[in-house]
């Protein structure tokens, strides 16, 4: 099921199936630009206040009140992390992100996704464009199949369908 990504980061909770409380909080993800997965997220623990890590693999499930998983010892330290360390150092951040097309035109930036929750493959950005562009043909939603390149600074996606100039109707003699 897609979720947008306000509904997957706001203040949820990683709730314990064996305590049944609140173990942690979700505080940002940690995305993989080369492929566009959510790896895990930053958490903070609700007993120490350290940040910790949850990787998507130890969701059991996706709840509304936060996700759910078997006990506290699926959050771990970021260091132990070996696998994941070269995509937290990037740091990437999707949200402000410029998109532009292969042709360089400037499309908008990224102002909201949405991921697939069971496997957090994110499948949709949604594209605020200029208050020009916004007014002439409204906000964008890119699928996943048209991004072509993630950069650190900008998102490349296909071209755009260009709309057809509206013909003026046929006039019978």
Same mark, same amino acid.
């Given at each position: 099921m *897609?979720? $947008?990504?306000?509904r997957? *980061? ?10 049944? #409380?609140?173990?942690? &909080?979700? &505080?940002? !993800? ?5 492929? *566009? ?5 930053y ?11 949850? $990787? ?7 709840l !509304?009140?936060g ?7 699926? %959050?771990? +330290?970021?260091? +132990?992390?070996? =696998? $994941?360390?070269?995509?937290?150092? $990037? ?6 992100k ?18 697939? &929750?069971? #496997? ?7 594209v605020?464009?200029?208050?020009i562009?916004? *007014? ?12 072509? +390149?993630? &950069?650190p600074? =900008?998102?490349?996606?296909? +071209? %755009?369908?260009?709309?057809? !100039? ?8």
């Amino acid at each position: 099921m *897609l979720q $947008l990504s306000g509904r997957l *980061l706001n203040n949820k909770s990683v709730l314990s199936l064996r305590t049944g #409380t609140p173990i942690a &909080t979700i &505080t940002s !993800p940690i995305i993989n630009p080369d492929n *566009l997965k959510i790896e895990g997220f930053y958490c903070q623990d609700r007993f120490d206040k350290k940040q910790l890590v949850l $990787l998507y693999q130890d969701i059991r499930d996706v709840l !509304p009140q936060g996700y759910v998983v078997n006990d506290h010892e699926v %959050l771990v +330290e970021p260091d +132990e992390l070996v =696998r $994941l360390q070269d995509v937290m150092k $990037l740091d990437f951040e999707l949200l402000g992100k410029q998109v532009v097309t292969v042709n360089k035109e400037k499309v908008g930036k990224v102002s909201d996704y949405a991921a697939e &929750t069971g #496997t957090m493959y994110i499948q949709k950005l949604y594209v605020s464009r200029s208050i020009i562009k916004d *007014l002439a043909g409204g906000a964008l939603s890119i699928d996943r199949s048209q991004i072509q +390149e993630v &950069t650190p600074r =900008r998102i490349i996606i296909s +071209e %755009l369908a260009k709309k057809a !100039p509206a013909a003026a109707p046929a006039v019978a003699a």
